[in-house]
Nanobody
Framework: QVQLVESGGGLVQAGGSLRLSCAAS????????MGWYRQAPGKEREFVAA????????CYVDSVKGRFTISRDNDKNSVYLQMNSLKPEDTAIYYC????????????WGQGTLVTVSS
């Protein structure tokens, strides 16, 4: 139903910034919420940030509050994650997620993009 493609990952020094993008196709983009998750080597996938279908509501894991910002452009069918003041512990594969817990259930994932933060 929904296909997601992430981009924007790469290698950055601690203190630097990166902007991740996720392009969606398939179902109407403004009909579902979006989120970012990450999985560090040897660890389980964890929630990073989410944004409601309208863009009004956002939430973040405590470890990224004040450093990361999630946003979406429903005209461009895209969601973004602006990451500032990056730390080595932010190193992970970042995954885009599309979710709808209503009658039209949806839980789709992208292939991931690698972010490496060097110290």
């Amino acid at each position: 139903q929904v296909q997601l493609v992430e981009s924007g990952g790469g290698l950055v020094q601690a203190g630097g910034s990166l902007r991740l993008s996720c392009a969606a196709s398939g179902r109407t983009f403004s009909s579902y919420d979006m989120g970012w998750y990450r999985q560090a080597p040897g660890k389980e996938r964890e929630f990073v940030a989410a944004i409601s279908w309208s863009g009004v509501c956002t939430c973040y894991v405590d470890s990224v509050k004040g450093r990361f910002t999630i946003s979406r452009d429903n005209d461009k069918n895209s969601v973004y994650l602006q990451m500032n003041s990056l730390k080595p512990e932010d190193t992970a594969i970042y995954y885009c997620n599309a979710r709808d817990l209503g009658p039209k259930l949806l839980d789709a994932w992208g292939q991931g993009t690698l972010v490496t933060v060097s110290s």
